[in-house]
């Protein structure tokens, strides 16, 4: 072996060691940020930088990494394999999380920053997530709200009335055979249709709809599986995301969903012609937030608490619910200000979420439900060691067989996530040139007023 060759491979290792030892020497000036996919405006990473280096002097660099589900997410902080710094799991993910002590509490003093967390979230989101069972701990402690909303119906107003809408009877309808859309979420499934199931006993008072959140008892994941199983036959798809596209090309008249989506899906229906309406339907649902925590295994706590306060400042969580569709944790003025005067909607009492004066308020009852919606809404929780059953009931339910119907319609969607995924890029780029133009109407209309 030559000399020059030797020096050649040499070198060519020390190229590949290299990377790696920068990222270690230089890890304390990344940050890791862990997110679900499409759920934060992106252009706010790099301001985030700036705005740190601004407020404390140090240099951070922001590297961003999505996950599609929960169970993606806590199954890699679970093994201690990722040092993510800041992660944004679901309320009953929070929940086992503390219970397996992998999160860190989130330090409020920033010194001459603001603590925008303690002065913007909700006092509504505050309230839930003190509901939140932090096995001994107050999840507010470890937590901070970021986006919530409802699981309802979506569905077309040409072949669905809003009555039809209004019960989750509608997914079992033969009417709407080979047009009902659900979500893959055996959570977010399993609560409503047990809700629904379990009527009689909660008009009774024999039990609450809170209790019947902690119920993981045999009888009821049989009742909600024997249950799912007739209402398969009428259902096109199990979805996670196609959803609402399918919803918003008219392919799918009923549609089991998050409001967020049925946000996304309602604007993008109503440019096609399509037009797309939501309800939390009456027998009751559930109402879910997401927050931001700091694992156990973070490398860069304080630049993970500084992003997290970074996200509380209203004029961010304006920029993010513009983008993403769903609803921040974050009130106060500038954002009532923003939600308000769409003479589009007529007026919702959102005095639960911003306090007095906002009983008559015109803003989109999909993203802020009236009072009386989120009065008949509960919160999901974790079931621990138990979580087994209600995963295992869910495949039961999806795989007992699949109609030609629905492996043709799934076969139209894989073509159209094909398409989605071309035209994504320029939704979301539409979408942030949109959120831009509205910021400025707003900012002009404010000035106008002033």
């Known amino acids: 072996m030559s000399i020059r060759y030797s020096i050649r491979r040499f070198l060519a290792a020390a190229a590949l060691l290299l990377p790696a030892l920068s990222c270690t020497r230089d890890r304390d000036s990344l940050l890791k940020i862990y997110n679900w996919g499409d759920y934060i405006d992106e252009s706010l990473l790099p301001e985030f930088e700036s705005w740190y280096e601004s407020q404390t002097g140090e240099k951070v660099k922001t590297v961003y990494q999505t996950f599609d589900i929960n169970e993606t997410m806590l199954s890699k902080i679970e093994r201690g394999r990722e040092d993510f710094d800041v992660v944004c799991p679901s309320d009953y993910i929070i929940e086992r999380m503390l219970r397996s002590d992998l999160l860190l509490p989130i330090d409020r003093d920033f010194g001459d920053t603001p603590d925008w967390i303690s002065s913007n979230i909700s006092p509504f989101i505050s309230d839930w997530f003190s509901r939140i069972d932090g096995h001994g701990k107050d999840a507010r402690d470890y937590a901070a709200g970021y986006m919530w909303g409802t699981t309802g119906i979506l569905y077309n107003t040409r072949y669905v009335t809003e009555e039809e809408a209004s019960t989750w009877a509608v997914i079992c309808n033969p009417k709407f055979s080979g047009k009902i859309f659900v979500k893959d979420a055996a959570r977010d499934v399993f609560a409503p249709m047990l809700i629904y199931l379990r009527q009689d006993e909660i008009k009774s008072g024999r039990v609450t709809m809170d209790e019947l959140m902690t119920d993981s008892s045999d009888s009821s994941l049989a009742d909600v599986e024997r249950h799912m199983k007739e209402v398969k ?218």
């Not at 996304?264 to 797309?276: D, H, I, K, P, Q």
């Open 233 to 450: 036959k009428y259902i096109a798809g199990w979805e996670a995301d196609f959803g609402k596209e399918l919803m918003s090309q008219g392919a799918g008249y009923v549609n089991l969903t998050w409001s967020g989506d049925a946000v996304w899906a309602m604007e993008e229906g109503r440019n096609a012609g399509v037009e797309l309406d939501y309800r939390v339907p009456a027998e009751g649902s559930a109402i879910w937030f997401d927050g931001w925590v700091i694992p156990r295994y973070a490398r860069n706590v304080k630049a993970a608490r500084y992003f997290i306060d970074f996200m509380c400042k209203p004029e961010n969580a304006i920029r993010n619910m513009e983008v993403i569709g769903y609803v921040s944790a974050v009130c106060g003025k500038e954002i009532l200000d923003h939600i308000a005067d769409n003479d589009r909607y007529g007026p919702v009492d959102l005095t639960y979420f911003f306090g007095e004066g906002a009983d008559s308020v015109c803003a989109n009852p999909v993203q802020y439900p009236d009072r009386s919606a989120v009065a008949r809404c509960v919160l999901e929780h974790d079931w621990g060691d138990d979580t087994p059953k209600l995963t295992e009931m869910w495949s039961r339910v999806k795989g007992d067989g699949i109609s030609v119907w629905t492996a043709a319609i799934l076969s139209c969607v894989a073509a159209a996530l094909v398409a989605a995924t071309v035209v994504k890029s320029v939704h979301r780029r539409r979408r942030r040139l949109g959120a831009g133009r509205r910021l400025s109407k707003r900012r002009n209309k404010l000035n106008t007023r002033i």
